[in-house]
């Protein structure tokens, strides 16, 4: 019998994209029942894209994207645009104990939906609106997506090369935001647990990634200096990069910390002539030379493969480990004892491959249970029997395209 820690919470997502949906998955995995509410002209984007079919769209189930992105979920499709819809929202909002949305600011509140509206009707709920750029300020209303978010706070300028442009990112911005927003949340769950209170929260994604860049800020405060790109290289260690290894395209990631890590890498490589240098000697001498020596590294590192590399170097106390690629990380050993992959079935494509939760609970695991939702799959389940709605009722507001 499973014991899931978030039993009993019931969230209304009107999120859509990766930040959001990534926030209410997180909370589902630990057994808070979400309700995803699709609207008509706000249909999630990543149902739009499959990287199976490439750029051919295939229909709004097609997409695996939106299914690693959804799982676990309930999914209805509502028109808030229109009153009826709205009030029909609400009346979900009535049965939650969350609401997440990530429109621009002021937006559910044009929509009747905005936290006084949905406090009115449920006076301890909790509200979450996540944005590009917060609720107040001169960029509040900007639009914003993943890159966007890194430019703003910083990390995409200090992300590349030391003779290379930026880099933009993608993704992994959308993935920091929705987590930050689920441990925010289950903040306000325990707050109103010991209150009574429910409360609202804005969140700005930018500044979700200002955070990483905190020794950098540091730096500027005061020492007046803005950091600049640095690859690889860290501001300390060296060795400190990733290495071309045996085989095609393979590569490991090579990081040491301290003298006796140094003396064991050396070891390791038999303790070649270039690496006996007094230039090499100590660590802040072996990062001054660190281009020089990165080369030396790469000569050594080319005749192994990348699983040979870690072995040895793990074996002696030296982090390193494969620069995987995506067939790798679903083939590895680790991986594979640790079960990190499963299978869910998502009826327009079949079997699809996903990643467990990173984290493994002793007495409530986290677990996935279903695929994501099928566009409106749930409509007559929530509004018929969570809400009572005769079925008479539901049919009507089908042919009004209230539901759809």
């Known amino acids: 019998m499973f014991k899931d820690a978030l039993k009993g919470i019931r969230i209304a997502d009107f999120s859509w994209v990766w930040a959001g949906p990534y926030a209410t998955s997180l909370l589902s995995y630990m057994g808070a029942e979400v309700i995803k509410i699709e609207s008509h002209g706000r ?67 044009k929509l009747g939906l905005g936290y006084e509206d949905l406090k009115a009707v449920k006076p301890d709920i909790i509200m979450l609106e996540s944005s590009g750029f917060g609720a107040t300020g001169p960029y509040k209303g900007f639009a914003g997506f993943a890159p966007i978010f890194a430019s703003f706070g910083g990390l995409a300028y200090l992300t590349g090369y030391e003779d290379g442009t930026p880099n933009v990112m993608s993704g992994v911005q959308d993935m920091r935001a929705g987590t930050i927003s689920a441990f925010i949340l289950i903040a306000a769950l325990l707050h109103k647990k010991k209150t009574g209170e429910g409360q609202y929260i804005d969140l700005s994604s930018s500044e979700c990634l200002s955070v990483l860049v905190g020794p950098e800020l540091m730096e500027y405060t005061m020492n007046g200096r803005s950091p600049f790109r640095h690859g690889n290289e860290d501001a300390i260690m060296a060795p400190h990069n990733c290495y071309r290894t045996k085989g095609d395209d393979k590569w490991v990631s090579i990081a040491v910390a301290t003298d006796e890590e140094w003396k064991a890498l050396c070891n390791v490589m038999e303790n070649p002539d270039w690496a006996m240098d007094e230039k090499y000697g100590d660590a802040y001498s072996r990062w001054q030379n660190r281009k020089e020596l990165d080369a030396h590294m790469s000569e050594w590192t080319k005749d192994y493969t990348h699983y040979e590399v870690m072995k040895m170097l793990q074996e002696a ?70 809400l009572g709605m005769p079925k008479e009722e539901i049919e009507r507001l089908k042919e009004a395209e209230v539901i759809w």
């Open 43 to 109: 249909i999630d984007q990543t149902r739009k894209g499959s990287i199976m079919n490439g750029d051919n769209f295939s229909g709004y189930d097609s997409s695996p994207t939106f299914n690693n992105a959804n799982l676990n979920k309930q999914g209805v499709t509502v028109d808030i645009t229109k009153p009826e819809g709205a009030a029909l929202a609400k009346k979900i909002v009535e049965k939650c104990d969350v609401v997440v949305a990530n429109m621009r600011p002021g937006k559910m509140a």
């Open 317 to 386: 106390g030296v982090a390193a480990m494969p620069s995987f690629s995506a067939e790798e990380i679903l083939t590895d050993a680790h991986t594979k004892d640790r079960e990190l992959f499963t299978t869910v079935n998502y009826p327009a494509l079949g079997d699809q491959t996903v990643m467990k939760p990173a984290w493994r609970f002793s007495e409530t695991p986290a677990r996935i249970r279903k695929a994501g939702p099928l566009l409106g799959e749930d409509n007559d389940d929530v509004f018929g029997n969570l």
